[in-house]
Every structure is written in structure tokens, then in C-alpha cells.
């Protein structure tokens, strides 16, 4: 069976694109591939923790704390810790990208967007056990 001409064309580019990025410096370069890798397996842990231990149910979780206050002052819906879960991945996605674009620049920039992905997914995990704890 023939494809058409574009969708041919399109996978080229992919291939091509994709050979060029899996060859760029920074996927050989151990100490970002480190840091990529340990923001991934957070994200991944966080991710595997929550599934195994929120499940749906009609009671409100705890979203915000206030020092003010001095304990929760805010309640929200139970899949609440899947959406922070869901930005640490987003923002470990995002500061790939960038570190991806900036190491040939700035290796030192790279570093620090990687670094960032990892402070951002432990916090996560941090906050999913906690809700992990609250059945």
C-alpha cells in the first residue's frame, strides 16, 4: 500500500530532526543526562505514589496551608495532588528544553534549568506523600 507523498516527507524530517537531537553534545554530556534522568525518576515516583495511594472519593483534600492561620485553609477536589504532580512534570519538560537549547551557549545556564527540574519534582514527591499519608 502506497502512503502519501507528505506523510513520507513528514517522517523524513522527523528522522532527521530526531538523529540530530539524540547526536547534540548535551545528550552526551553525563552530568546533564544525570540530572535529566534523576528529575524523570521523581516525576515517575511522584507519579507511581499517588496512583498507588489517592483514590477517587467525595471527600475535599487539603490545597493550601497558611502560616497565618496556622493549619489548611483551603480544601479542593481529591485528584488536587495529581495536578502538582502534573506541573512538576510539565515544568521538568519545559526546563529540558530550554537546557537543551542553552547548553551550547551556556553549559552553566543548562545546569542550573536542570537542577531546577529536580528541586521542583522532589517538592512534589514531598508533597504527594503527604497526601498519600491523608486517605
Do not use: C, E
Request: overall charge positive.
Amino acid at each position: 500500500m502506497k502512503t502519501f507523498p507528505p506523510v513520507v516527507a513528514a517522517r523524513r524530517i522527523f528522522q532527521d530532526v530526531s538523529a540530530r537531537v539524540i547526536a547534540s553534545r548535551f545528550f552526551r554530556d553525563g552530568l546533564s543526562m544525570g540530572l535529566l534522568g534523576l528529575a524523570v525518576v521523581l516525576n515517575v515516583v511522584t507519579m507511581a505514589w499517588l496512583l498507588l495511594r489517592v483514590h477517587p472519593n467525595d471527600v475535599p483534600v487539603p490545597v493550601r496551608y497558611s502560616n497565618l492561620l496556622g493549619g489548611f485553609d483551603q480544601l479542593g477536589p481529591w485528584y488536587w495532588p495529581f495536578v502538582i504532580a502534573g506541573f512538576a512534570l510539565s515544568v521538568t519538560l519545559f526546563n529540558a528544553g530550554f537546557a537543551y537549547y542553552s547548553f551550547h551557549r551556556s553549559r552553566l545556564v543548562s545546569f542550573f534549568l536542570l537542577v531546577t527540574s529536580n528541586v521542583v519534582g522532589a517538592f512534589s514527591l514531598i508533597v504527594s506523600s503527604a497526601f498519600g499519608v491523608v486517605r
